[in-house]
C-alpha cells in the first residue's frame, strides 16, 4: 500500500488539498493577511507566541475602550529610514484622531522609560543577519538584560519589518514583541510582519491600530511619504520619482581592473529635491526586456496575457517590467511555486526548519532558473504573478555634495555581473545604467540617511570604506572643503588593485594637498602576496587610531554588511584593546560607547 506524505503536521489529503486551492486564489496581499491570521490563532489555540526560540507564554490583546485617558509613544529602530518615515506617520495619524501622542527614535530613548508610558507602538526593522539597527543597539542590549524594568500596565503593539531572502527574516521586530511579553507587557493588537513591498499593509495594521484606540472609525492613513522626521520635504517620492538626466556616466576602474564601477552625475535642475552628505538616492527599476523574455518563455505565458490585480487587468509582459522581481527569487516565491508544482523538493526546502538551506538555494536560483527546473503546465498569469514580489526602488549613497556640485547628484555604482547556471546575469539597476548615455534619463528620489552625518567642523573624522563605500565620503570631503573645515579627517579606503581600483585618487590627492584631507591609508587586497583589507589596517594604526578617538573623532563605516563591516567592527574593537590596554570586555564597552554617543556610524548595505 502507498503512502501519500502532505506538508505540515499531520495534514490530511482533503485539507492538504484544500489549503493548495486557497493558496493559489490569494494575492500577495491576501496571502500576508491569512498567515497573520493563522499564526494568531495557532498562538492562542496553544498558548504560545511564535517569536523567539524560547517562546513565552501568549498575552491575548486586550480591549482598547477607554483609552481617551491614555497616551500613546510611537518608538522606532531604523537603519535605512523605512522604519522611521512610517513612524511619523503613526504620530501624524493619531494626533489627526485626537491622541495624545509622542514619537521617539529608539537611538536616544532609554529603557527604563517604558515602565512609564502608557500605550505603545514600536516599528523596529530588522539588519544584517536579524541584529538590530546600530543606533538602537543600546537599548536592545539593555532590554535584552537584566535592568530590563517591568511594564505592568504598559500595552503594546509592534510592527515589525525585514526582508524575507534573509534568514532572520524580522527578527528585530519578533524578539522585541516577546521580550515586552516577558517584562509583563500587554498586546494591544497581534504583531505584523512586512516583507520589503507589504509596507502598505503595516500602514492599514497601525491605522486600525490607531482608530482602535481612538474609537474612529477605520481608514487607511491620510499620510503616505516616508521621509524622515525632521528631513525635508520633498516634492517627488517612489510614487512619483523625478526624471533625472544623465550629464555624465563613465568607468572609472582602469584597463585590467576585474570588475567595473562607473561615477555617474545627475542633475535634479527643476526637481526640488536636496539632499545632505550620507543621504541616499532611490531609483525606481525596471527589468530588462531580456530578462521579461526569459522568464514569460520559462512559464509558458505570452507577453499579451492578462493578469488581474486590485486595480483591474494587465498585460503580463508590462507588469513584469515595471511591476515585479523576476530576477531573485524569495521564500514566497519559493512556497508559492512548490504549491503550484507540487514539487518534493521544493516542498522539503520550504518547511519551516529548513530555513537557512533555503535561503542558500535561493541565492543560486533566480526566478528563471526555478521555472525551468520545475515547469508548471497550463498556468495562468494572475496565477504565476501572485507568488512574486513587488518591485522595490534601489538605493545608492551619495557620492556628492549638493552644495558643491552647484545642485547635481553623483553616484558610484558598482555594476553586477556574473554567470549562473549557464548564462549571464546583472544587477537590475546597475546592468541597466551600465548601458545609458548622457541625456537620458532616470527616475530618482532622495532618502535621508539622519544617523550617518558629518561632525560639527571642527571635530575630528575617520572615514572607513571598501569598493564603492567609498561614495558618501566623497560628500563629506568636498562638503567640508567648501565650508573650510578645521577639523582633521582620515580615509581608510580598500578594494582589489591600486593601479585599477583606486576610485578617485586623484581627487583624494587633491584634497589632501589643499588641506581638507588629512591622511589617506589606502589597502589593495590583490598587490601583495597576502591579502590585506582595511580591517587590517586599523590593527597596524591600532595607537593611532586610538588617539584620533581620545581627540574626540567620529568614525565611519561604509561597505558590505555581511562581511566587511562586522569584521571592521571587530578590529575596532582589537585596535582599542591593543592601544588603550584594556581587555576585550572593556574595549567593547569602549566601542558601544562611541555608538551611543553618534561617533560611530555606519551605512552599510
Not at 507589504?198 to 521621509?227: C, K, M
Not at 587610531?545 to 563591516?565: N, R
Request: with cysteine; charged share 25%.
Amino acid at each position: 500500500m502507498t503512502t501519500t506524505s502532505f506538508p505540515g503536521p499531520g495534514l490530511s489529503e482533503e485539507q492538504w488539498a484544500r489549503l493548495k486551492a486557497l493558496a493559489i486564489s490569494l494575492s500577495p496581499e491576501q496571502s500576508n493577511w491569512i498567515g497573520g491570521y493563522f499564526t494568531g490563532y495557532a498562538d492562542a489555540a496553544r498558548g504560545l507566541v511564535g517569536a523567539m526560540v524560547a517562546e513565552p507564554p501568549v498575552s491575548v490583546p486586550v480591549p482598547m475602550e477607554a483609552a481617551a485617558q491614555r497616551s500613546l509613544t510611537v518608538l522606532y529602530a531604523s537603519e535605512t529610514g523605512t522604519a522611521m518615515g512610517l513612524a511619523e506617520e503613526a504620530r501624524q495619524h493619531a494626533a489627526g484622531k485626537g491622541l495624545t501622542v509622542k514619537l521617539h527614535d529608539l537611538a536616544d530613548y532609554k529603557p527604563a522609560a517604558l515602565k512609564d508610558e502608557q500605550d505603545v507602538l514600536l516599528i523596529a526593522s530588522t539588519h544584517g543577519e536579524g541584529e538590530p539597527p546600530q543606533p538602537a543597539l543600546d537599548f536592545f542590549e539593555t532590554l535584552g538584560g537584566r535592568k530590563a524594568p517591568r511594564l505592568q500596565g504598559v500595552r503594546f503593539a509592534v510592527l515589525a519589518l525585514g526582508d524575507s531572502t534573509y534568514e532572520f527574516y524580522c527578527q528585530t521586530g519578533r524578539t522585541l514583541d516577546s521580550r515586552l511579553a516577558e517584562l509583563g507587557g500587554e498586546r494591544l493588537k497581534p504583531r505584523i510582519d512586512c516583507d520589503v513591498d507589504q509596507i502598505g499593509e503595516g500602514r492599514r495594521w497601525f491605522a486600525a491600530l490607531i482608530e482602535g484606540l481612538a474609537d474612529t472609525p477605520a481608514q487607511a492613513p491620510a499620510t503616505v511619504s516616508l521621509a524622515p522626521v525632521g528631513a525635508p520635504v520633498q516634492t517627488h517620492g517612489e510614487n512619483n520619482p523625478f526624471h533625472a538626466e544623465i550629464l555624465e556616466n563613465i568607468a572609472i576602474t582602469g584597463r585590467g581592473s576585474s570588475k567595473q564601477t562607473r561615477h555617474v552625475e545627475l542633475s535634479l535642475e527643476g526637481s526640488g529635491l536636496t539632499y545632505m552628505p550620507g543621504d541616499a538616492l532611490g531609483i525606481v527599476p525596471r527589468n530588462s526586456a531580456r530578462r521579461v523574455e526569459e522568464v514569460l518563455a520559462a512559464a509558458g505565458l505570452a507577453a499579451s496575457a492578462r493578469a488581474t490585480l486590485d486595480d483591474g487587468e494587465h498585460e503580463l509582459g508590462a507588469l513584469l517590467e515595471t511591476g515585479f522581481e523576476i530576477a531573485a527569487a524569495t521564500p514566497r516565491f519559493l512556497d508559492h511555486w512548490a504549491s503550484l508544482s507540487d514539487a518534493a523538493a521544493l516542498r522539503e526546502l520550504a518547511q519551516p526548519d529548513r530555513a537557512s538551506g533555503r535561503n542558500e538555494w535561493l541565492r543560486s536560483h533566480h526566478v528563471v532558473d526555478i521555472l525551468r527546473l520545475f515547469p508548471v503546465k497550463g498556468l495562468d498569469a494572475t496565477r504565476f504573478i501572485a507568488g512574486l514580489r513587488r518591485l522595490q526602488p534601489r538605493f545608492y549613497s551619495i557620492a556628492s555634495s549638493q552644495e558643491a556640485q552647484g545642485g547635481d547628484v553623483h553616484l558610484t555604482v558598482s555594476t553586477v555581473r556574473y554567470e549562473l547556471h549557464g548564462t549571464q546575469r546583472e544587477g537590475v539597476v546597475s546592468g541597466a545604467l551600465a548601458g545609458l548615455a548622457e541625456g537620458e534619463t532616470l527616475p530618482v528620489f532622495m532618502r535621508a540617511n539622519p544617523h550617518f552625518r558629518l561632525p560639527a567642523d571642527d571635530v575630528p573624522m575617520v572615514m572607513i570604506g571598501a569598493g564603492t563605500g567609498i561614495a558618501p565620503y566623497r560628500g563629506f570631503v568636498q562638503e567640508r572643503a567648501l565650508r573650510g573645515a578645521a577639523g582633521r579627517s582620515w580615509l581608510i579606503f580598500g578594494d582589489r588593485n591600486f593601479r585599477s581600483d583606486f576610485l578617485y585618487q586623484a581627487e583624494w590627492q587633491a584634497h589632501q594637498k589643499a588641506g581638507a584631507l588629512s591622511l589617506i591609508d589606502a589597502v589593495f587586497s590583490r598587490d601583495g602576496a597576502q591579502k590585506s583589507y582595511v580591517q587590517d589596517r586599523l590593527r597596524e594604526r591600532a595607537a593611532e587610531l586610538y588617539a584620533w578617538l581620545e581627540e574626540g573623532a567620529h568614525l565611519y563605516v561604509c561597505g558590505d554588511a555581511a562581511g566587511m563591516a562586522p569584521d571592521v567592527h571587530q578590529a575596532l574593537i582589537e585596535a582599542v584593546a591593543a592601544a588603550s590596554g584594556r581587555d576585550d570586555e572593556a574595549a567593547k564597552d569602549y566601542v558601544r560607547a562611541l555608538q551611543r554617543d553618534g561617533r560611530y556610524q555606519r551605512d552599510v548595505y
